[in-house]
């Protein structure tokens, strides 16, 4: 069955530094997108990605982030300099057409320190 | 903005009891509506989906879940849980036109002793 995989699935950084979380959506998807989830939080929505661009970013997704598909395959969130709150599992999660269901990835738990 | 609401944050139930999970969203237009599980140390999954049709949706491993318009909700029932049933439980909601991303409530994290 095809998956989404993301990579790696655990991140530590130190607060400041650049970190890319990758994934890679199923092949023939076309809206792409991040969620995070704070421990012990609800899953927030990031940015969707559709066509080679974002479609849609929430008001937490700010000049500290940003999202590539630099080769066809791979779906990448840069967080440019990590900050203490950004510690989180972000998820990446892909869907093949506009009105159906988004397939999500295992996650990458991101902890800053 | 759009929100979804999950009254239950934790529930503990025994085997074989019967399951319902509340879910309201608020938004006045076409929604779509989801349930994903999250069983321990996984990722998210669909258990089902609303998109039109038959308000009485089913989904994977004996859940369903009934779409009420007028009263904006779509809670997840089960008739009989087990304890492979453990895990945290989202509705999500996307619009049919604006924001098509997920919305999701906060979870519903059901505990199943055996």
């Known amino acids: 069955e095809p998956e989404v995989t993301q990579t790696p699935s655990h991140q530590v950084t130190q607060m400041g530094q650049e970190v890319i979380l990758r994934c890679v959506p199923i092949s023939n998807h076309l809206y792409f997108y991040w969620y995070r989830q704070i421990l012990g939080q609800k899953v927030e929505f990031l940015v969707s990605f559709y066509n080679n661009e974002i479609s849609e970013k929430s008001e937490i997704f700010d000049d500290q982030f940003s999202v590539e598909r630099p080769d066809g395959s791979n779906f990448t969130l840069k967080i440019r300099s990590t900050k203490l709150e950004d510690s989180a599992m972000y998820f990446c999660a892909s869907k093949g057409q506009r009105n159906t269901e988004a397939f999500f990835g295992q996650g990458t738990r991101l902890t800053v320190v | 903005a759009q929100s979804v609401s999950q009254h239950n944050h934790h529930v503990i139930l025994s085997e074989a009891a019967s399951l319902e999970l509340g879910c309201n969203y608020s938004?006045?237009?076409?929604?779509?509506l989801f349930w994903y599980v999250q069983y321990p140390g996984q990722h998210l999954q669909l258990l089902l989906k609303?998109?039109?049709?038959?308000?009485l949706v089913k989904g994977i491993k004996g859940f369903e879940a009934e779409f009420i318009k007028s009263k904006f909700s779509f809670n997840l029932r089960k008739p009989s849980v087990q304890w492979s049933d453990t895990a945290e439980y989202f509705c999500?909601?996307?619009?049919?036109?604006?924001?098509?991303?997920?919305?999701f409530g906060s979870g519903t994290r059901l505990q199943v002793q055996p």
């Open positions: 609303y998109f039109s049709g038959d308000p």
């Open positions: 999500a909601v996307t619009l049919d036109t604006g924001r098509r991303a997920l919305t």
């Open positions: 938004y006045g237009g076409t929604v779509n």
